[in-house]
């Protein structure tokens, strides 16, 4: 399979489906969905399960399914290098579902040049997808700056009434970082030069150089600052809310489902298994802003009127369990980080959609001026109960799975902090179901007259739901693709848990890790 | 030191003094021509020194330097008194503290 | 039998069925869809329950492995033995006839395609629950039925009051839920392993009594049992869960999910009798629980709530017999219970019913003639509660205060809290039969019962009377409970307390012997019984400590206090901007001077630093 | 002087033949499209006969201009900057001025004088190369002669730059005192001979410093630019942000390069803290500008903040080759990038009537007016603001390398704050040209000249090519820089 071709053929749908407009306003929409199904169905279909080619390099381990290396400037020793493993998989796979969803959720929501719109929404899947696959730094930088822009115009053109403000807080929050994460790619790339004597961007050969304490802390936190202002981690959260409110439904589906994956990725892929020794010291602060986020978030969700912004606000504190999952770094917290990803990913993409949905059929997104929903729309009320459910962490469904992992596996590094994280799960009932009782219960306004979910509608929604179902009891499958990816992170980047007993047990099955 | 007299320290001396005198023009005058009265001043002291350090060192190039000078000074000037025409014409005074429509 | 996956299976397929149609099914699909479902469980159950009974060997069965990442490895599993027997019959026994009982409560609703669904799922869950193999489908079970609680509490949503008692009831059980999770992170990690059997096996051979580990454990177990069972100190959410439709109170809120904190403490007796502070923390909850609902139900006026506040308090009794090791007490206490409270809601849901949804007592009475079916079955059900002997509440309520009596140290205490608690019971229970069936009428109902709603209560009459007959498979579940070598005084006293109750309140509320109303109307009364009346005053109490603390920090911060650094970032910047643009005056005299101090700058610098 | 002196002189050759060829052709017969098109042509072989001067580089012809392969890129680059400006400029005077014939002649004077300095390697052939841009500046800023703004600006830039001029001079003449040279090498030789015991010495290099630190506006010396930015002929202040701005870098490069000053560690470090300076005064006046003009005059500030970061890192002198090579880039991406930015800015106050002064709101939904124009205008502010795919990008990248192979934290940390207050005004451009059609009230044509849209596709595939293939160029200047 060509992971070249994926991101090219999503570049040049977008191209097409800005282009579709000159002949009918309804066509980038078919072109848009035609152009990422084409993908998800290429993906699906062409993607190798299997461990690909040996590959050269001292830090390849089995878990590498596809790799792509193209000259481009040997100045720098940067080289257009793709590279795919069952963690890129199954993002690549959520990030195209969630496109589907995306392009579905504005279906009839935009009137204002439709060709640039999903041109817009098609161009930041390609950026995201690059991002799931750069393995060369360089590239990978590339791809994380530009997926920005159409995103950036996605909130700026099309977003409601504050979208100036809100896009651009986006934008400056995640450029700042992003310098300083090009920083720290750079001081890498000069360290591995000193050591190697030999000029790279590339991940492989990165991954495992020694650091003088000081430089490896800083060159860490450029790439922490980077990655936890997209993820968002308290107190970089701020850009989230307004971000997210102000954004079109796509742009919210987008936004929530995977673009805040990118910065957990990030996490996962770089910032800790490049510098093991400096992660695992920052770790109890890492974690600490993760519980950090995950109750300041549920208070704030809880605190809002505004149904989007309450969502946003809940995003921020279900992606405190992602930091902390991460920087637990054992078998379990990690599966239950990559887990959160996903299963959030659908999970808000989903509740999104809902206040798109909302938005459009009332003109107000203010939960005061809601209630009693469920009447005039007993369907749009389902599924709210359904992703309500799901986001305050209803066993059976993926959500639960995902932070009960992540809580499990932080137990034994951190019980305390687990302890603490765990008053998330009670506050996000509170906001959840406050979120239910304003929007969909108490008396209705029957001077309202509202359509209910239509057919296009139910079946985004059931795709998710069924999702979200899937993840929540059957989540093998998803568990073993990101497994030995994540077996053979922590063998390049061992931490010292003080309680080893199960990673070790975990690492030493034959097949997995290094 | 082929018979020169005056030590090329005090030259330098004068065209500093020269030269402050020089900016000083530019920082107080308000009149068009005097602020490119000073800048030639300015100019010239600056010619005044290469003469005098091509002296120091026997070398014509100081000299060639001041021709070169005195020419950029002139076309300088022209171009400047070509403005200040202009100025007189559209300002109505020389006065450059009113040419201040530029600003922010 | 294999098809043991066909037990939750039927409720859990038709409560899918039922919330895809999305209310388009006609009501008499939905109900034989929603009572059916149920009773073809209940004869899964019955078909089980007679293999189990006929060989008395424990079950397994597998479906799939839920999820596997190293060692933890929980999968979606069944787990039969006698308990479990006894729950899933009484889950789908008491549950079909309430089902039975809710198609002809719940006809005339619009949403009974709604209800149904939620009431199976209901069912499916608490089946997951009892019969999981493990502690995390138990947990799925657990908050399972916790959301199916919560959506049937808040069924009617157009009054917002529901849809907050709703939300207490679900966001109070979450807490302890979140303690219970809390206890599965602590034993996975410590025992690594969630499955029930082999971790107590573990437990058993890594831990001994007294330690610290097995202690906290239970600790947190015990968090969420009693959330889930409405005991001290997260009691509150029970009384207002009431909002409810009453076959959903009868079901959920007193037959069933307030007993899965029993139910959880029976299924792990074995790490509790590693704790022994803990153990005695269970029977310390269970007693202070069930006087101080005991009290509370004395004041109330509400049927329902005086009905909650008796369950609270019967489940206290149960953790009671938990707390003084004799399980199979407490769970048989449970099943009894289960009856004559599942009948005792019907009853007063007829009542309801028949009333045009009156719910206060004082607005009743006099209905002994006029609804006499009902009258009978309140009337029994109430005996049972009371625990007037050869009721089956005699029996396992006896048994219980037998078995704290013989506890060594504190038994007698316990003992003696329990007989007052009895005392209390016989007086509440018998105060509602007085007020709503005796004394003049002053409401008429409009209709009878019909046999739908009439028939699960003759069947329950029949198990409340009989129930304490019933022999339970629990021998191989627990430890054999000592022989009883109370004496016969003991025995004496626990049948007369009851009876005791029951003349008092005939004094009190009937005979008008007693001067109720000046003692009512003194100013101390009034105030105590406001105080009973309020729950003790436990709600103002946490409203104070959390709830209000919480939303006030919640508007505080309401618009973003983090923002403010970036605000002042922001505003900072901006003051330098102006400060900066201020500079370009456009005077070209200026600039100039600008430029001869950044020169004088520029040679103050390198004269300082070439000195 | 021989066939191949001349031969390495080739573009300056072209220019001054082109000069001629104007003057004579605007005497024979005025047409303002014949002349703008002559000047376009010339240039454009002045760039292009660098191909043949480069045959025999590097050589030195006479004391005064080194002909080595740095100073023909540049030459090649002012060559191809200048005839863009000239195409654009075609229409623009066309508008402002009844004879517009002279302007191109300027414009190529301008042009000569910018690669005079390219090739400069002594204080005379700076002189000239420099005096003979700003006089031609000084006329090209006038030139609109109808109007009033472009006249104070001129003013103003003709006095300071005259000024500043002046300073440079005395401070040569200082050094020359000291040293009896007056060509960069030897020049620097002469101060390693004689040593930093005379205390006239650094005070002297500092005069020159600022001299051409005042050229490139520098913080303090910059308070003459947005005015002079604004109140200039759109498609000159083009050429004076990028050619006359490149030519100075480039010319005090070399001379800090050849006299080796970077043995002066404090005059190096004194390059560092006005890099900082500007960095940050550059972005927080350009932070709330509503001119468009004043706006980019600011961000020019501090970008020449950022190209600074290169002379602290040639302290280090196994960087220097590194350093060189980042400021090359650096220069060519600002320079495609600032043309394109002002060309924009050309190209739509074409239409309109006589405005100097163009605001945010000018720029208003241009998305949806000239989506071609706009796309320029996007790709450049990128481009600026550093975003990756643009050739801005890669500058900065190459910038951002040589100080970390140098270490130099504060200044990085200095360009990371000052890029971050740059994003919200480049921004802010972005947001008021996709503004929906009714948040704005503007009269305004599209363009109807194929000259424009061509250009803009140029200046487009221009930026996007070094942001995305810039290896080719990156090999070329490593190879004429080692």
């Known amino acids: 399979m060509s992971m070249a071709g994926l991101i090219l053929l999503l570049l040049l749908g977008g191209l097409l489906a800005w282009q579709a407009e000159r002949i009918h306003p309804n066509l980038p929409r078919w072109t848009a969905l035609v152009t990422v199904t084409a993908a998800l169905l290429y993906l699906l279909a062409a993607a190798p399960t299997e461990p690909g080619a040996t590959m050269a390099g001292p830090h390849y381990s089995g878990s590498w399914l596809l790799h792509l290396k193209l000259a481009w400037m040997p100045r720098f020793g940067i080289a257009f290098e793709l590279a795919m493993d069952g963690l890129s998989l199954l993002l690549l796979v959520l990030t195209l579902l969630l496109g589907l969803i995306a392009i579905a959720a504005s279906w009839s929501e935009i009137d204002f040049k439709p060709g640039l719109f999903q041109a817009n929404v098609v161009w930041t899947l390609a950026g995201v997808c690059g991002v799931f696959l750069a393995v060369d730094l360089f590239l990978f930088f590339l791809f994380w700056e530009v997926m920005l822009i159409p995103m950036y115009l996605l909130i700026a053109i099309w977003g409601h009434e504050n979208k100036t403000y809100a896009a651009m807080k986006f934008f400056i929050f995640t450029q700042a970082s992003g310098l300083l994460m090009l920083l720290a790619i750079v001081v890498l790339a000069w360290q591995g030069l000193a050591l190697t004597g030999q000029l790279s961007f590339s991940y492989f050969d990165l991954l495992g150089l020694s650091f003088d304490p000081r430089l490896g802390w800083w060159t860490m936190l450029g790439f922490f600052l980077a990655f936890t202002v997209k993820l968002p981690a308290f107190p970089f959260h701020t850009w989230l809310p307004d971000a997210h409110t102000q954004a079109p439904t796509a742009g919210s589906v987008l936004l929530a489902g995977i673009l805040l994956k990118t910065g957990a990725y990030g996490l996962l892929r770089l910032c800790i298994p490049l510098f093991p020794d400096a992660s695992q010291q920052f770790a109890p602060v890492a974690m600490g802003l993760g519980v950090a986020g995950i109750i300041y978030g549920a208070i704030l969700a809880f605190a809002q009127s505004d149904f989007k912004r309450l969502v946003a606000y809940s995003s921020v504190s279900h992606m405190g369990f992602v930091l902390l999952g991460l920087y637990a770094w054992n078998a379990l917290a990690l599966q239950g980080a990559v887990m959160q990803m996903v299963a959030h990913g659908v999970s808000t993409a989903a509740l999104f959609m809902l206040a798109g949905a909302l938005q459009h059929r009332l003109h107000t997104r203010d939960m005061g001026r809601m209630g009693g929903l469920w009447h005039q729309a007993p369907r749009m009320g389902a599924c709210a109960m359904f992703f309500a459910l799901a986001s305050l962490g209803l066993p059976g469904l993926g959500n639960f799975v995902a932070e009960f992992l992540v809580l499990l596996g932080l137990f034994s590094v951190q019980p305390w902090l687990a302890a603490a994280a765990s008053l998330g799960l009670v506050t996000a009932a509170v906001y959840s179901l406050w979120m239910m009782q304003q929007a969909f219960q108490g008396a209705p306004d029957t001077r309202r007259n509202m359509a209910d979910f239509d057919g296009r509608e139910m079946l985004a929604m059931a795709a998710m739901m069924f999702a979200l179902l899937w993840l929540g009891l059957h989540p093998q499958p998803v568990l073993d693709l990101a497994q030995p990816v994540l077996d053979s992170l922590r063998a390049a980047a061992p931490f010292d848990n003080p309680v080893a007993a199960l990673d070790t047990a975990a690492a030493a099955v034959p097949g997995r890790g290094l | ?104 | 039998m294999t098809a043991i996956w066909l037990i939750p299976l039927f409720p859990l397929a038709s409560a899918t069925l039922l919330l895809l149609s999305a209310g388009r099914l006609p009501r008499q699909v939905a109900a034989v869809l929603g009572a059916g479902s149920v009773g073809l469980a209940a004869v899964c159950v019955a078909l089980t329950a007679r293999a189990f009974l006929a060989d008395g060997e424990v079950r397994e069965f597998t479906l799939w492995t839920w999820m596997a990442v190293g060692e933890f490895t929980p999968r979606i599993a069944f787990y039969i033995d006698g308990l479990t027997v006894v729950m899933m019959s009484v889950i789908t026994g008491v549950g079909f006839l309430i089902h039975l009982y809710s198609v002809e409560f719940m006809w005339e609703d619009e949403s009974i395609c709604r209800y149904f669904a939620y009431m199976n799922l209901f069912v499916g869950a608490m089946l997951l629950l009892v019969m999981a193999d493990n502690l995390l489908l138990l947990y799925l079970g657990w908050e399972g039925v916790g959301v199916c609680s919560y959506l049937l509490v808040g069924f009617w949503y157009r009054d917002p009051a529901n849809g907050s008692a709703a939300r207490k009831a679900f966001v109070v059980t979450r807490i302890g839920d979140t303690a219970m999770a809390l206890g599965l992170f602590l034993l996975f990690t410590e025992l690594g392993t969630l499955d029930i059997q082999p971790l107590l096996a573990a437990a058993d051979s890594q831990w001994q009594v007294g330690d610290t580990l097995p202690i906290l454990a239970t600790a947190l177990l015990l968090g969420g049992a009693v959330g889930k069972s409405a005991q001290l100190p997260l009691h509150t959410w029970l009384p207002d869960a009431m909002a409810g439709p009453t076959p959903v109170s009868a079901l959920i809120h007193a037959a069933t999910m307030v007993t899965a904190g029993v139910y959880l403490i029976a299924r792990t007796f074995g790490l509790f009798q590693l704790a022994p502070p803990t153990q005695e923390a269970v029977a310390w909850i269970g007693l202070s629980t069930l006087l101080l609902a005991a009290f509370a139900a004395l004041a109330q006026h509400d049927i329902k709530r005086i009905l909650a506040y008796s369950t609270i308090s019967q489940i206290g009794y149960m953790f009671l017999a938990l707390g003084v090791g004799a399980y199979a007490s407490g769970i048989f206490h449970l099943v009894t219970h289960a009856f004559f409270k599942a009948l005792l809601f019907l009853a007063a849901g007829a009542v309801i019913h028949c009333l045009h949804h009156e719910h206060n007592i004082f607005r009743m009475g006099g209905l002994r003639t006029r609804l006499p079916v009902v009258f009978w079955s309140f009337l029994i059900g109430s005996a049972a509660l009371a625990a007037l002997p050869f009721t089956s509440g005699f029996y396992s309520k006896d048994a219980i205060l037998l078995s704290a009596w013989e506890l060594p140290g504190i038994g007698h205490w316990l003992w003696a809290g329990g007989l007052l608690g009895a005392l209390l019971t016989g007086i509440y229970s018998f105060r509602l039969v007085f007020v709503v069936f005796f004394g003049e009428a002053h409401t008429q109902p409009d209709h009878q019962p019909g046999w739908k709603m009439s028939l699960p209560l003759a069947v329950l009459c029949v198990l409340s009377l009989v129930g304490g007959l019933l022999v339970l498979p629990l021998g191989n579940v627990f430890p054999p409970s000592g022989h009883h070598a109370a004496g016969h005084t003991i025995e004496y006293i626990s049948i007369g307390t009851p009876l005791l109750g029951l003349l008092l309140a005939y004094l009190l509320f009937l005979g008008r012997q007693l001067p109720v109303d000046r003692l009512v109307d003194s100013a101390p009364g009034r105030n105590l019984r406001n105080f009973w009346l309020s729950g003790w005053r436990i709600d103002q109490l946490y409203d104070a400590l959390w709830v209000r603390p919480f939303t006030s920090l919640s508007r505080w911060w309401r618009n973003e206090p983090v923002d403010r650094i970036y605000n002042a970032v922001v505003a900072f910047t901006q003051w330098a901007h102006h400060k900066l643009a201020a500079l370009q005056t456009g005077e070209l005299r200026w600039y100039a001077t600008t430029m001869v101090f950044g020169l004088m700058l520029l040679l103050a610098i390198m004269l300082r630093n070439a000195t | 002087m021989n066939a191949v002196d001349f031969q390495a002189l080739l573009p300056l050759l072209v220019l001054a033949a082109g000069a001629i060829l104007l003057m004579v052709q605007i005497a024979w017969h005025r047409n303002p499209g014949l002349t703008a098109a002559l000047a376009a042509i010339m240039l454009v072989l002045a760039a292009l006969s660098c191909r043949f001067a480069a045959e025999v580089a590097p050589l030195q012809v006479t004391p005064l201009l080194l002909a080595d392969r740095f100073a023909l890129l540049f030459c090649t680059l002012f060559g191809f900057a200048g005839a863009i400006t000239a195409v654009l400029s075609r229409d623009y005077v066309s508008h402002h001025g009844d004879e517009p014939e002279e302007f191109f002649l300027l414009l190529v004077l301008a042009t000569m004088g910018a690669c005079v300095l390219a090739y400069a390697v002594h204080v005379a052939s700076l002189l000239l190369g420099m005096e003979l841009l700003s006089i031609s500046l000084y006329a090209l800023i006038a030139y609109p002669n109808k109007s009033i703004l472009p006249l104070e600006a001129a003013a103003k830039y003709l006095v300071l730059s005259g000024a500043a001029s002046a300073t440079a001079l005395f401070g040569f003449a200082l050094l020359y005192a000291a040293t009896g040279s007056l060509g960069f090498t030897a020049l620097g030789q002469g101060l390693a001979v004689t040593g930093t015991g005379q205390s006239v010495l650094l005070p002297a290099a500092v005069l020159v410093f600022a001299g051409l630190a005042f050229k490139l506006s520098i913080v303090p010396f910059h308070l003459w630019t947005p005015d002079v930015y604004d109140g200039a002929p759109a498609p000159v202040t083009g050429f004076l942000a990028s050619v006359a701005k490149a030519a100075v870098f480039v010319v005090l490069l070399r001379l800090f390069l050849d006299a080796d000053l970077f043995r002066y560690r404090i005059l190096v470090e004194i390059t560092g803290l006005l890099a900082i300076f500007s960095m940050l005064a550059g972005n927080l006046l350009a932070l709330l500008q509503s001119n468009i003009k004043r706006m980019l005059a600011y961000s020019s500030i501090a970008h020449l903040g950022y190209l600074l970061i290169v002379f602290m890192v040639c302290i280090n002198a196994a960087n220097q080759a590194l350093a060189v090579e980042a400021a090359s880039f650096y220069l060519i991406a600002y320079t495609a990038t600032t043309i394109a930015a002002f060309g924009l800015l050309t190209l739509i106050s074409t239409e309109a009537t006589v405005r100097e002064n163009i605001q945010l709101q000018h720029v208003s939904g241009l998305f949806w007016r000239q989506p071609l124009l706009a796309c320029l205008m996007l790709v450049a502010l990128l481009s600026l603001a550093g975003i990756p795919l643009t050739a801005g990008f890669i500058a900065k990248f190459y910038l951002v390398t040589a100080a970390v192979s140098g270490h130099h934290w504060v200044l990085l940390f200095s360009l990371v704050a000052g890029s971050s207050i740059g994003i919200y005004y480049y921004l802010r451009v972005i947001y008021y040209m996709t503004r929906r059609p009714e948040e704005y009230r503007v009269e305004q044509h599209p363009i109807r000249h194929w000259r424009g849209r061509f250009l803009s596709g140029v200046l487009i595939a221009a930026i996007l090519l070094l942001g995305v293939a810039p290896q080719s160029l990156m090999y070329y200047l490593r190879s004429i820089l080692l």
């Open chain 2, 1 to 104: 030191m082929n018979g020169l007299q005056i030590p090329m320290e005090q030259v330098l001396a004068l065209a500093g003094i020269l030269f402050s005198c020089g900016l000083l023009g530019l920082m107080l005058r308000r009149n068009i021509i005097f602020m490119l009265m000073s800048l030639e001043v300015m100019l010239n002291a600056a010619a005044l020194a290469f003469v005098a350090a091509g002296a120091k060192w026997s070398q014509a190039d100081g000299q060639i330097i001041f021709l070169l000078i005195l020419t950029v000074a002139a076309a300088e000037v022209a171009v400047g008194l070509g403005l200040v025409l202009q100025i007189q014409r559209r300002f109505k005074t020389l006065d450059m503290d009113q040419a201040r429509r530029l600003r922010g």
